[in-house]
């Protein structure tokens, strides 16, 4: 009887329960704090949730799923093109100011002359080198089957293919001590 009371209590479509902590303004949150590189599990931490109720978040609420896909995608759109210059290299203009011997005269006053420094605007282009280390990391990420690290797993080998593999390491020392 107290089970058809609270179907009754309930409309149907709806779950009973705990209200939502979700808030309207909780999406434009969510994509700031996704521009700066947190993921789900940082976002629960950030509102107070268990990472699950972000992703019914997620599920519920179009417009926090939105937001928070925006923002991991241009935040990793701007590391990826940051990376990506930094793998190719890339030159950029550094401004200075170096200061001349000679002083530059302002004003003459009755009592004295009122001089200032001179300084000489000077522009150099800086040459940032290609990063090899970053160029690994974009490859090994891009083209995984070419580039990624090929460890292999002695264990799973048979003793045939571990007695190719010695034999290979021996053949090329032998050539190495020639």
């Not at 209200?19 to 949150?29: H, I, L, N, T, V």
């Not at 925006?70 to 701007?78: E, H, P, R, T, Y």
């Not at 001349?100 to 800086?126: C, F, G, R, S």
């Amino acid at each position: 009887m107290a089970a058809q009371q609270n179907e009754e209590a309930t409309p149907k479509g709806t779950k009973a329960g705990r209200p939502s902590k979700y808030k309207a303004a909780y999406a434009q949150e969510a994509y700031e704090l996704c521009l700066l590189g947190l993921t789900d599990a940082q976002l629960a931490e950030h509102f107070e949730v268990n990472a699950d109720t972000i992703h019914e978040w997620k599920k519920v609420h179009p417009e926090f799923s939105e937001s928070v896909r925006k923002g991991k995608i241009q935040a990793d759109s701007k590391v990826a093109a940051a990376l990506y210059k930094r793998a190719l290299g890339f030159s950029y203009d550094e401004i200075t100011f170096e200061k001349v011997d000679n002083k530059v005269n302002l004003e003459m006053t009755p009592n004295a002359l009122i001089t200032q420094d001179a300084y000489k605007k000077k522009i150099v282009t800086k040459l940032v080198i290609p990063d090899t280390g970053a160029q690994m990391n974009w490859l090994k990420n891009r083209q995984k089957e070419l580039w990624r690290d090929n460890d292999i797993d002695f264990d799973k080998l048979t003793d045939e293919q571990l007695d190719r593999v010695l034999d290979r390491i021996l053949a090329r020392q032998q050539k190495k001590g020639q």
